[in-house]
């Protein structure tokens, strides 16, 4: 860990891409761990916005190497119009974090496909 420096922070959007729209009302759960060994700790979660943001997320404790978010897919995708059951009912990405950094994790979602990046 930098010295001195303040803990990383995350964000995430979610768009739908089968409708073209931020997919609103999709629970995130985030989890930290301090090394590749070591258990995750849970720390909470909130659910996307109108425009399929999560801007309040817990933020990760200092010393976090790991981190991990959550998403809970299969209630958004049967909740949709015309849905047919999620092939994916949670997305699940872990990543390296540095202190200081802000980590924004947008999906990309449909059906039966999902895509993940680090955005900005």
Known sequence: M????????VSTHVLDTGLGRPAAGVRVSLAARTGADEPWQALGGS????????????????????????????AYL??????????????AVA?????GEHYHVPLL??????????GS
Do not use: N, Q
């Open 78 to 91: 049967a909740g949709r119009e015309g849905a047919e059951g999620a092939f994916f009912p949670e997305v």
């Open 47 to 74: 659910a996307t916005d109108a425009d399929g943001r999560c801007r309040d997320l817990p933020g990760p404790p200092a010393g976090a190497t790991h981190v991990r978010l959550v998403l809970d897919t299969g």
């Open 2 to 9: 930098k010295s001195g420096a303040a803990p990383a922070t």
């Open 109 to 118: 979602l449909s059906p039966f496909g999902y895509s993940v990046y680090r």
């Open 95 to 99: 990543f390296a974090v540095e202190p």
